[in-house]
């Protein structure tokens, strides 16, 4: 691991520094990062975005014959959590039909979206062969290199759902490289759609400071490279020779721009920057999200910069020096971190370049270079001089360049560049309000002659990367608004966050959308529940239920519990009587021998500091035995396993009626090579055991639906657990992947020392491949 430092004139400044907002610091290297939350907190959020989606809350509405299968969880700050999912409809997957939830570490959903609420039916066999598609695929581009996949999907549009073949072609434009992916009607041959990976951007090159720089670098005497020895996958390298550079001393760049070494020594210095801004201020892990970030290659003979999926490309500006500035780099990641977030790449026109922007001014002003450097602003490529006018854009007056300063709905069919002004404008208004005070930033005038104040940069982007944490493939501007106003919601229960949020919005023109979340200020307060909701009890007998709480608001409270007018001869008793808001208490119900028979409503209360909830016990009294029961369930529902490993899940039964139930537990349809311990084998209903599934080294991969029994007395429940039984090291059983192959979900194959299982239908899909629509998951080497 090191640390190299550049001299004086060593780099080509990439756009500099970001001046931090409201909240935290206002510059770099003094933010410490949160500490983690606990190890639970994902669990709870995970498995309530689960249950949102099985259930089809909200947004989340879905056919018969689709389901949700997770995807990306993405932590983020405030023990946030966002949860991205895949729709598949009788096994095949629907572009344009994903759906994300966030969620909080106490299991509680903050926000679903979903990108289409259309019912989907469509047939799921192709009339059109693959290789007819393939052909029309190849003939949408002047330039191709190669086909790198095609799969069969279905493919949803402006709430039209058609089958579809999705074939991923490389090559260029007229004007630029290409990653187009193409499809085309499964049953017409027509072409549906076309989605381009590779976004071009635009930034400034100038000398970053003060000097020397100190740059992440690998190596050791004599032998130094540009990959970053801290942040796996950044590196820099020529375009020419396609190979990182490298040099036996440590020192790096000679102070000219048109210098390729000087360019990359730009590229480093703001990667590394931005990556600290996403961990520092935003939470994100890395680029990527999971601790990764992009090769970067300085030396393309475009004028301008390229992010194609999966890298980023530098060119030059009219006077052959390198674009390798902070506002390049950081806009060109940008586009990166709009493709590896929920939905993927944004495709309303101006999205992703305000994306790119946003990233950009946000890179800048946590690098906070002094102003006799590129101090922190909101202009785009006011160093670089692409084309000789100065700054291609003005964030906070569009329409100094000719952008448009408002939204209007013009703006979809706007050019990507110009049509990024309201979304830069409505982040500017956000971040600085009309008229910021103090460090030179300009006045901003509103679309509905509003006067606004400011939250700060660093605010300002938690909002915007709150809503991308919440986006779908279908993202719109509108889509935008309801998300941001979501985030920031989440952020600030005293709605102060969410109504600067919203008053940005309207000041661009953007009005209030049917989706949009409502605030009203979220004082301390608490959500009461009981599970069971309703019992029996026989004369001298006792049934218990489950009393839970949570905090939905300001700060945990003390509470009393209480119960209103019981039956005659029962009575109830609370462990504990008093709990803080998020814990739970078990409430038990004892009847005497001459208690009274019927049935009951008793009110349960839990009194507050500030605030009182109540929830009704439905209790039966009966006169005999009665008829017994009780409930079954299991957490978590389904877990993978590796062949000489094992994996668990928790049992968990409640008494429903009648006297609690002696129970045997057992497991049945399970896989060759598995093997089911119960810890204890019997319990009483009301009690709990452990399951522990263990694999054998012959134990077959796949996926399987286990079925756990629990045998009473008089009544048996059964519930089924989903296991899935990878590969492990030693265990290449699987067949070898080949391109020719038509693999469907569920295949496993082995390619390059790892085992593989498909998602679904696919065909020359290369295994290892990431990004939104990856066919394949990898079980780990073999």
Not at 24 to 33: L, N, R, Y
Not at 94 to 120: E, K, L, N, P, Y
Not at 424 to 447: D, I, M, Q, R, V
Request: hydrophobic content about 30%; some cysteine.
């Amino acid at each position: 691991m090191n640390r190299r430092t550049t001299t004086a004139g060593t780099v080509l400044a990439l756009i500099a520094g970001l001046a931090i907002g409201a909240v935290g610091p206002s510059s770099a290297g003094t933010t410490e990062p949160s500490s983690p939350p606990p190890a639970s907190s994902q669990d709870k959020a995970v498995s309530a975005a689960d249950r949102a989606v099985a259930n089809g809350l909200d947004a989340l509405a879905k056919g018969p014959d689709e389901k949700f299968e997770r995807q990306l969880v993405t932590p983020w700050i405030n023990d946030l959590y966002s949860v991205a999912y895949q729709r598949t409809y009788r096994g095949l997957p629907v572009v344009g039909g994903d759906a994300v939830v966030m969620a909080d570490g106490q299991g509680r959903v903050r926000g679903t979206q979903a990108a289409t609420s259309a019912q989907i039916s469509v047939p799921t066999r192709a009339t059109v062969a693959a290789g007819t598609a393939e052909a029309t695929s190849k003939a949408q581009l002047p330039v191709v290199d190669k086909v790198e996949s095609h799969r069969l999907v279905v493919h949803v549009l402006d709430g039209n759902s058609n089958l579809a073949w999705e074939t991923v072609v490389t090559g260029r434009t007229d004007t630029a490289p290409s990653r187009l992916h193409v499809f085309v009607d499964a049953s017409t041959g027509q072409v549906l759609d076309k989605v381009d990976d590779v976004k071009a951007g635009t930034g400034n090159s100038q000398w970053n400071g003060p000097n020397p720089l100190t740059i992440q670098t690998s190596g050791s005497a004599g032998s130094y490279s540009l990959r970053d020895s801290t942040r796996p996958g950044l590196s820099c390298a020529d375009n020419a020779t396609g190979q990182v550079f490298t040099k036996s001393t440590d020192s790096w760049g000679n102070g000219q721009a048109s210098s390729k070494e000087t360019g990359c020594v730009d590229v480093m210095w703001a990667a590394q920057n931005e990556w600290n801004m996403l961990k520092d201020w935003l939470g994100r892990n890395g680029h990527n999200g999971t601790g990764g970030s992009w090769p970067v290659k300085v030396g393309i003979s475009d004028i301008n910069a390229f992010w194609d999926g999966s890298s980023v490309s530098i060119g030059h500006n009219q006077a052959n020096q390198w674009i390798g500035s902070m506002d390049v780099v950081g806009h060109e990641f940008g586009h990166g971190i709009d493709q590896f977030t929920p939905g993927g790449t944004s495709r309303e026109a101006g999205l992703g370049e305000g994306t790119g922007d946003i990233f950009g001014a946000l890179t800048e002003a946590y690098t906070n270079e002094p102003t006799s450097f590129d101090s922190p602003d909101y202009t785009v490529g006011e160093t670089v001089n692409l084309v000789g006018q100065g700054p291609i854009r003005y964030m906070y007056k569009p329409s100094t360049n000719g952008d448009p300063d408002c939204y209007s709905s013009s703006i979809p069919n706007t050019e990507v560049h110009k049509a990024a002004g309201p979304l830069n404008h409505w982040f500017y208004l956000l971040a600085e309000g009309t008229a910021p005070a103090g460090n030179g930033k300009p006045g901003s005038p509103t679309c509905n002659n509003t006067t606004l104040a400011g939250v700060g940069i660093q605010n300002a982007g938690k909002v915007f990367y709150g809503g991308m944490l919440l986006k779908t493939s279908g993202m719109t501007y509108k889509k935008y608004r309801t998300t941001t106003l979501t985030a920031a919601k989440s952020l600030d229960p005293t709605c102060a966050l969410f109504n600067k949020t919203k008053a940005a919005w309207d000041a661009v023109s953007l009005p209030a959308q049917t989706g949009d979340p409502t605030c009203v200020g979220n004082p301390d307060d608490f959500s009461l529940s009981l599970n069971p909701t309703s019992g029996s009890v026989q004369p001298g007998g006792d049934v218990t239920t489950s009393v839970a709480t949570a905090t939905t608001g300001g700060n945990a409270q003390q509470l009393t519990l209480t119960t209103g007018t019981l039956p005659s001869g029962v009575t109830a008793a609370f462990t504990p009587g008093t709990v803080q808001s998020g814990n739970s208490a078990s409430l038990k119900f004892t009847a005497s021998a001459g208690a009274a028979q019927g049935t009951f409503p008793i009110t349960i209360t839990a009194t507050g500091t500030a605030t009182t909830h109540s929830a009704q016990y439905q209790l039966t009294v009966g006169s005999g035995p009665g008829n017994p029961d009780f409930s079954l369930s299991l957490n978590p529902t389904q877990g993978t396993v590796t062949p000489g490993g094992d994996v668990s899940t928790s049992l968990t039964t409640a008494t429903l009626s009648g006297t609690p139930q002696q129970l045997t537990l057992a497991a049945g349809n399970l896989p060759s090579g598995v093997t089911a311990v119960f810890t204890p084998g019997t319990v009483q209903s009301g009690a709990s055991s452990s399951l522990k599934l263990s694999a054998s080294s012959a134990a077959t991969p796949g996926t399987y639906t286990v079925t756990v029994t629990a045998t009473g007395t008089s009544t048996t429940h059964s519930v089924d657990y989903r296991l899935t039984v990878g590969t492990g090291p030693g265990n290449c059983s699987a067949p070898p992947w080949d391109a020719n192959t038509v693999y469907v979900g569920g295949n496993t194959v082995s390619y390059q020392g790892h085992t593989y299982r498909a998602k679904w239908w696919t065909q020359g899909e290369t295994p290892g491949t990431t990004g939104q629509w990856g066919v394949w998951l990898d079980l780990g080497p073999c």
